[in-house]
């Protein structure tokens, strides 16, 4: 199968040819231009490579988020568009699985954590068994020191290993000394997911889950503000 694949959930977005599970081409963005100039491009690139054609692509796999509002928005757009216009079908990827996914070489635990905005992070829970990362419980919003707890909780023997792209709190928090000495590893780089994506999405195809352009959306795990609020203000006159 001939999959284009695609990542636009924060400034390092990507793009990238697979066939099957090997990739072919990736183009990175690295640059300041927006997203909707440099995407189509990039694709157009991408193809160019190969000398493929748009008619010769299988389907498309697009990382769904959670991340910037406006870069989901282009991916999602463009893999909606190009999915419509050559009638086929979408594999929709969660980023945090994307991310986790990468760790290949981990242990039996795999914690992933995004920049969340407002002092929070994207986060979920993953363990390993038969081989496949599978994840433990929901992707959550919480403070970092929060999830800390909750991976402690699951996983109190330790050996967990932390993917944190352009996260750098971690290693901050005030029991991240006792995670590390239970054998807890950090790793805290920016990687291109386009890549992984399209193997995730390969897998997808393959089990028949793929969606339609109509029913692809965006995965934003925010809670809504006014529950926020709400918690906020239940707190406040609790403190009274």
């Given at each position: 199968?001939?999959?284009?694949?695609?990542?636009?959930?924060?400034?390092?977005?990507?793009?990238?040819?697979?066939?099957?599970?090997?990739?072919?081409?990736?183009?990175?963005?690295?640059?300041?231009e927006e997203y909707s100039i440099w995407l189509p491009n990039a694709m157009e690139g991408l193809?160019?490579?190969?000398?493929?054609?748009?008619?010769?692509?299988?389907?498309?796999?697009?990382?769904?988020?959670?991340?910037?509002?406006?870069?989901?928005?282009?991916?999602?757009?463009?893999?909606?568009?190009?999915?419509?216009?050559?009638?086929?079908?979408?594999?929709?990827?969660?980023?945090?699985?994307?991310?986790?996914?990468?760790?290949?070489?981990?242990?039996?635990?795999?914690?992933?954590?995004?920049?969340?905005?407002?002092?929070?992070?994207?986060?979920?829970?993953?363990?390993?068994?038969?081989?496949?990362?599978?994840?433990?419980?929901?992707?959550?919003?919480?403070?970092?020191?929060?999830?800390?707890?909750?991976?402690?909780?699951?996983?109190?023997?330790?050996?967990?290993?932390?993917?944190?792209?352009?996260?750098?709190?971690?290693?901050?928090?005030?029991?991240?000394?006792?995670?590390?000495a239970l054998g807890d590893k950090l790793d805290s780089g920016e990687v291109a997911l386009a890549?992984?994506?399209?193997?995730?999405?390969?897998?997808?195809?393959?089990?028949?889950?793929?969606?339609?352009?109509?029913?692809?959306?965006?995965?934003?795990?925010?809670?809504?503000?006014?529950?926020?609020?709400?918690?906020?203000?239940?707190?406040?006159?609790?403190?009274?």
């Amino acid at each position: 199968m001939l999959i284009l694949s695609l990542d636009t959930c924060n400034s390092r977005g990507s793009a990238a040819l697979l066939r099957d599970e090997t990739v072919l081409q990736c183009a990175v963005h690295e640059t300041g231009e927006e997203y909707s100039i440099w995407l189509p491009n990039a694709m157009e690139g991408l193809l160019r490579a190969e000398s493929v054609g748009w008619k010769d692509i299988d389907f498309f796999a697009v990382v769904t988020g959670p991340g910037s509002f406006t870069g989901l928005r282009v991916g999602l757009t463009t893999a909606k568009g190009f999915a419509e216009v050559y009638g086929k079908k979408i594999a929709a990827v969660p980023r945090l699985e994307a991310i986790a996914s990468r760790a290949a070489e981990a242990g039996e635990w795999v914690a992933v954590a995004v920049e969340g905005g407002r002092g929070e992070v994207y986060c979920a829970l993953y363990r390993r068994a038969g081989g496949e990362l599978r994840r433990e419980g929901q992707e959550c919003v919480l403070a970092p020191d929060q999830f800390l707890s909750r991976v402690a909780q699951a996983a109190p023997a330790g050996g967990v290993f932390w993917c944190t792209p352009g996260t750098e709190g971690i290693a901050g928090l005030e029991g991240w000394a006792t995670r590390a000495a239970l054998g807890d590893k950090l790793d805290s780089g920016e990687v291109a997911l386009a890549t992984a994506a399209g193997k995730i999405g390969y897998g997808l195809a393959r089990a028949g889950k793929l969606v339609d352009a109509l029913a692809l959306d965006a995965n934003y795990i925010r809670r809504p503000d006014a529950e926020r609020f709400w918690e906020e203000a239940r707190a406040g006159s609790h403190a009274r």
